[in-house]
């Protein structure tokens, strides 16, 4: 598990293109075979993904949580975004098809992976925040979200939003987590923009395929962009705006640890004063 400090925001404004990325941008993700996991101290979430092949692969704790197992004290929150697989969580299965989800709740002991075919292995990208009470266990699919449709084909912002483990339907102690598809024509998210003081965000792209997509951070007035690619997330602090287009429409995992679930619980920039 590698840790990551985050910049505030004086600092960011004099970082280099490089530094930037090694700071907010985890290029590495999905790798075959591998559990891959980042620790940041924003909020103290830990993000990640599992690609299993052929065997099973287990879910750590790691030095960093110094604690026996994953979920000791932590919820973890896991969509698949490729290929069925299964999701073993203290000996009960769970089936993850393309795009369901999966909400692990606190006190879990072993939670494994696996694929259903290794030729085409499933890709399970994880979100993790620490948790004060042990909310149940709890697959999520598609039909099972809340659908907000948004943007417009004009603004090149068509999308859906697809809301899954939030109150009221999929109960957590502070992490909240779905994805946006963009419709095919449209490139933009999140714009105008927006921060949020009381949590952190994290945003995963996929489906983008051999394109690219700039991201937006920074101050509102201050803003920086770098460049993302396949299965790449971005580490956003509550400071920081978070904002892409693409040279193609794309998907995103959009995920929130910190003091308030809400999620219209936002900061609204106008755009006059971004610069």
Request: charged share 25%; hydrophobic share 35%.
């Amino acid at each position: 598990m590698e840790t990551r400090y985050l910049a505030d925001q004086v600092r960011y404004q004099r970082m280099t293109t490089e530094e930037l990325r090694q700071t907010f941008l985890i290029e590495d993700l999905f790798q075959a075979g591998k559990v891959v996991l980042y620790y940041t101290e924003a909020d103290r979430g830990v993000v990640g993904s599992v690609v299993p092949l052929d065997k099973s692969l287990q879910l750590p704790a790691g030095k960093e949580l110094a604690a026996e197992h994953f979920a000791d004290r932590r919820e973890v929150g896991v969509i698949n975004i490729s290929s069925a697989g299964i999701v073993t969580v203290d000996g009960q299965m769970y089936e993850l098809n393309n795009l369901d989800g999966l909400y692990i709740g606190r006190g879990s002991k072993k939670i494994t992976f696996n694929s259903k075919d290794k030729k085409s292995p499933a890709k399970f990208y994880l979100l993790s925040y620490p948790a004060h009470k042990a909310y149940p266990t709890k697959k999520i699919s598609q039909t099972d979200a809340e659908k907000v449709p948004l943007g417009s084909t004009e603004m090149s912002n068509k999308r859906v939003i697809y809301k899954y483990i939030r109150p009221g339907a999929v109960e957590s102690c502070q992490l909240v987590m779905g994805y946006t598809i963009l419709e095919r024509g449209s490139v933009w998210n999140t714009m105008a923009p927006h921060t949020h003081e009381r949590r952190t965000e994290i945003y995963m792209y996929f489906d983008l395929n051999d394109q690219l997509l700039f991201h937006f951070m920074g101050m509102p007035d201050q803003t920086r962009h770098l460049v993302v690619r396949e299965g790449q997330a971005i580490i956003s602090p509550s400071w920081s705006i978070h904002a892409g287009a693409g040279t193609k429409n794309y998907t995103f995992i959009w995920g929130m640890g910190g003091e308030n679930q809400e999620f219209g619980d936002m900061d609204g920039i106008d755009m006059s004063g971004i610069k």
